[in-house]
């Protein structure tokens, strides 16, 4: 069931990225631009996050793997 | 507490039992493949589904293979829904208009849904699109069920077989689940739904005009498809904000009845089918005899403490007879209320028609004790039977210990291994409960999400850890799950509750598969009769009370005796 009051989807960061900042990762490093480094920041962790998945759930195949040779 | 109360809920249990018994044997029929009366129509269509996906439904898998297949459906599954989820601003069937989902909240999501959880930090009808809802949600509703179905026989088959290698083929267990059980009981249960007046319309939603002249949007949409197999899957995530005390998720009581219906009928069926499928029907009753005792014992704390109402709010004046009324529907009243929240617990649903957290402490304190103790009575879909057999290996072994023989249920001898294996999927709740509640009171940010101080607030942490970990995905509420740290420790306790719980559990049937069924001899302990229901209670208030009285003293108890000394929190 729905958990908390607030909905969670008022984050800055939506797929695709806003056009004018959405010409490749690459072009949010540069020191001056102190939101795009928030905003790729946020990119970074977004990946991170799907990444995390992921291994967490292959890490399980160890797992798995480590339960049969018990 | 009235007779007719007590009728209702009698009522209920009793249509579930009668609908289950003959399910079950339906169940059996499906998983072992066998020809049933929906096979001219539906084979077809299941090896249709072979042939695209390229498996040999003859050619079965062991445990270890059948747990690699496991995973790689759940991370297909993960991923798919993450990318639904960032993308649908994109995508069509949008028309409310909603932005991508956040990062971290795509990621609980994702993992709440392919574990059969369904824990919500979002409000359905503010966050997701249509698509979204149907494509992803209500989709995993289906895969996830069938994912557990699917765990739960490939373990009933390891106790049926004998010296086998294999324990069934993961893909061709998910496919029967979903195709002959979970689809044509959906349908059904929708279709009455909608007659009961659940909407299903892609509309997004209507503007209305109050009495007082003021707009109002009524967010609308495919309800009543998402409420059936919320509570057939035991997913338990609504389409709505309010969950199942929604009036468009479940208009009356008579919709509630047949919610709890649908949410019990699936779990109580597989108790049932696992003794049809091991050759004797009396292991399956002595288990089910066994849950019902727990959940009608939920029900009943429940029901009295409800009714016995609060007594600082009688002292403010408010009228006692009708009881503790506060986060209730008047439309179904105390005692269904009472069942339906004993039943989404002692399942692995997370529906909720109250809110949990405006239970007075002593109705709290059944919830979480449920979900502490893995929602195995009778459990989510497949869920409650895997998680209840590994509570009966550690029965048989106690047993066992006790008379001074080698521990056998089934004519499979309980061994060091298998012990083993029990224990690493029992100890990995505990483990992730009490270790991120404990981190979480240790966090600044973590306790500034919570609504209510004290041991109230205690409570509310160690049941969203819990509801999490046991997958069942109710919440306490009072707690904003919505910030980075729970979003993310929260998809971690989903994530490990499910799949570091159901591994073992399949390296068990592996290994159990493999022994030899020795014959019943007169030095066999009995395990279809009462001696061995009390024991299974026994060791059931002995293990979980064990794992959490502390954190239960310090909630719900403490705050029951603060309560009666006139403070509230």
């Known amino acids: 069931m729905r958990a908390t009051a607030s909905s969670g989807s008022d984050a800055p960061l939506c797929f695709p990225y806003p056009a004018a900042s959405n010409d490749g990762w690459i072009a949010y490093r540069g020191p001056a631009d102190k939101a795009a480094w928030k905003t790729g920041i946020q990119a970074m962790f977004d990946a991170i996050e799907l990444i995390v998945g992921i291994a967490l759930i292959g890490a399980m195949a160890l797992y798995a793997y480590a339960c049969q040779r018990l | 507490m009235t007779i007719l109360g007590w009728s209702q809920i009698a009522i209920v249990l009793l249509l579930v039992l009668a609908a289950a018994i003959p399910f079950s044997g339906f169940v059996v029929k499906v998983m072992a493949g066998e020809a049933n009366f929906m096979t001219p129509v539906l084979r077809p269509v299941e090896i249709g589904f072979y042939r ?140 009455v739904m909608c007659a009961m007046g659940v909407p299903q319309t892609l509309l997004g939603s209507v503007e209305a005009t109050t009495l007082e002249g003021a707009k109002q949007v009524i967010s609308m949409g495919p309800m009543a498809s998402q409420e059936a197999i919320k509570q057939l899957g035991t997913n338990g995530g609504g389409f709505m904000n309010a969950n199942s005390a929604h009036p468009f998720e479940n208009p009356s009581a008579l919709s509630t009845v047949l919610q709890i219906f649908a949410l019990l009928l699936i779990p109580t069926a597989s108790v049932l089918a696992f003794g049809r499928a091991v050759g004797d029907g009396k292991q399956g009753r002595a288990i089910l005899i066994t849950m019902a005792i727990m959940l009608v014992a939920g029900v009943g704390v429940i029901y009295w403490a409800e009714t016995y109402g609060n007594p600082l709010l009688t002292a403010l004046g408010v009228d006692p007879a009708a009881g503790n009324m506060e986060g209730k529907e008047v439309r179904f009243g105390q005692a269904l209320t009472a069942l339906f929240t004993s039943a989404t617990t002692g399942t692995g649903t997370g529906a909720v028609v109250a809110m949990h957290d405006s239970l007075t402490p002593l109705g709290g304190l059944v919830p979480l004790f449920n979900i502490l103790a893995g929602c195995i009575w009778p459990g989510g879909v497949g869920a409650g039977l895997y998680g209840f057999l590994v509570v009966v290996v550690i029965a048989v072994f106690v047993a066992g210990l006790m008379v001074g023989r080698t521990p056998e249920y089934l004519g499979k001898k309980i061994e060091s291994r298998e012990m083993k294996l029990a224990m690493l999927a029992i100890l990995i709740y505990p483990l992730i409960v009490l270790g991120f509640s404990g981190a979480s009171m240790l966090l600044k940010t973590a306790m500034d999400s919570l609504g209510n101080a004290g041991p109230h607030g205690l409570s509310e942490i160690v049941y969203a850890y819990g509801s999490t970990t046991a997958n069942n995905g109710s919440a306490f509420a009072g707690l ?56 299974l209670l026994g060791v059931i208030v002995i293990l979980y009370l064990l794992q959490y009285f502390p954190a239960l003293a310090l909630g719900p108890i403490v705050e029951h005796f603060l309560m009666l000394g006139g403070k509230a929190f």
């Open chain 2, 480 to 535: 904003n799950g919505g910030t980075t740290w729970f979003n993310n420790t929260l998809g971690l306790a989903m994530l490990f509750g499910r799949f570091a719980y159901a591994i073992p559990v399949l390296a068990l049937a592996g290994s159990l598969a493999a022994k030899k069924k020795a014959p019943i001899s007169a030095g066999t302990f009995p395990t279809d009769g009462p001696l061995f229901v009390g024991l």
């Open chain 2, 52 to 191: 695209l996906a390229g498996v040999d439904e003859k050619r079965e898998q062991s445990s270890l293979v059948y747990s690699l297949a496991l995973i790689a459906f759940s991370i297909a599954g993960f991923v798919s829904l993450y990318a639904l989820q960032r993308f649908q601003n994109v995508l069509p069937l949008n028309p409310q208009g909603f932005d991508a989902v956040a990062p971290d909240l795509a990621f609980n999501t994702s993992i709440s849904f392919i574990t059969n959880t369904n824990w919500q930090n979002y409000g359905g009808e503010s966050t997701m699109s249509h698509l979204t809802q149907m494509l992803g949600l209500t989709v995993h509703n289906f895969l996830s069920a069938a994912t557990g179905l699917a765990v739960a026989f490939a373990l009933v088959r390891a106790f049926a077989r004998s010296s086998a290698t294999t324990i069934g083929n993961f893909w061709v267990d998910i496919t029967r689940v979903s195709l002959y059980l979970l689809l044509p009981l959906s349908i059904i249960i929708a279709l």
